[in-house]
Nanobody, 115 residues
Framework: QVQLVESGGGLVQAGGSLRLSCAAS????????MGWYRQAPGSQRELVAV???????NYADSVKGRFTISEDIAKDTVYLQMNSLKPEDTAVYYC?????????WGQGTQVTVSS
């Protein structure tokens, strides 16, 4: 069993920044990859960013150049630095860990960007 706890969400004005954190109860070194998803009201959950064990990163086109995913292996924590936030970035952001045993989700953290 893996527990993921997100934090760092909140209310920010357009153009502002937030950094989300995802603390894992198991070593992230043992994960195949870690990622961030988001889900806006009335929309499907979408992949925002992913980082693989090999260190490769991928981003949704809508956040490229504005968001950065990173990890601190010593803290078993993954981050999502979000800059130049837009109202359309408003959503619940979820952390996900992929392991051989399956995928694990956090409970989500709300991000609201006001115009």
């Amino acid at each position: 069993q893996v527990q993921l706890v997100e934090s760092g969400g909140g209310l920010v004005q357009a153009g502002g920044s937030l950094r989300l954190s995802c603390a894992a109860s198991r070593s992230i070194v043992s994960a195949n990859s870690m990622g961030w998803y988001r889900q806006a009201p009335g929309s499907q959950r979408e992949l925002v960013a992913v980082i693989t064990r090999g260190g490769s990163t991928n981003y949704a086109d809508s956040v490229k150049g504005r968001f950065t995913i990173s990890e601190d292996i010593a803290k078993d924590t993954v981050y999502l630095q979000m800059n130049s936030l837009k109202p359309e970035d408003t959503a619940v952001y979820y952390c996900k860990m992929w392991r051989v045993s399956g995928g694990y989700w956090g409970q989500g953290t709300q991000v609201t960007v006001s115009s």
